[in-house]
């Protein structure tokens, strides 16, 4: 069984070396090149196949939701798990909204990283509990959700623009 080539792209260096550890580790899984900006992951991209992208969302060059769009034009298909330091209620929602296949915290537990990469080789979309949690209460019109929460996927990226 040939393995499953992943495309690590996380500006902290020790992060993606416990990734690399984590996922070499796997029988079925290997990592196949690293990126620390978003230039770096987007040239990798075009210049080899990988079967999943592991996407930080802060990058020092570009924000992962613009580079998640860039790439979306180039690879539609590419499975991405968005790995990411920040809370599910922050950010979540709207990275699955710009074509994030999962979204999970990189404080999450070793099987449940594993559990998110196999679901979006897989082909289908990895939401832990909390972003479970967070699509009902959308879909339920949860008054008592946070302002953040109701933006639009434009208005939301206005919003991050600001504050960074």
């Known amino acids: 069984m040939q393995k499953k080539r992943v495309l690590l792209a996380d500006d902290h260096q020790i992060v993606r070396n416990g990734l690399r550890q984590l ?14 900006t978003s230039a770096e992951t987007l040239t990798l991209l075009r210049q080899q196949d990988f079967d999943v992208l592991l996407l930080d969302i802060s ?8 580079t998640l769009r860039l790439l979306r034009t180039h ?3 590419l499975p ?6 920040y809370a599910e209620e922050q950010y979540a929602l709207n ?6 296949n999962g979204y999970i915290r990189k404080d999450a537990d070793v099987d449940d990283i594993l559990t998110a ?13 909390t972003v479970a949690d967070l699509l009902t209460q959308r ?4 008054a008592d959700a946070p302002a953040h929460q109701q933006l639009s996927e434009r208005e939301f990226q206005v ?6």
Not at 80 to 85: D, N, R
Not at 139 to 142: M, T
Not at 159 to 164: F, N, Q, R
């Open 75 to 77: 690879r539609a298909d």
């Open 95 to 100: 990275m699955l909204r710009a074509g994030a």
């Open 59 to 66: 990058m020092p060059d570009r924000d992962g939701m613009d």
């Open 159 to 164: 919003l991050h623009k600001l504050a960074t």
């Open 139 to 142: 879909l339920s019109g949860d």
């Open 117 to 129: 990469i196999r679901t979006v080789l897989r082909g289908r979309r990895y939401v832990s509990d």
């Open 80 to 85: 991405v798990l968005i790995i990411s330091a």
């Open 23 to 36: 996922i070499n580790a796997e029988s079925d899984l290997e990592v196949g090149a690293e990126a620390s």
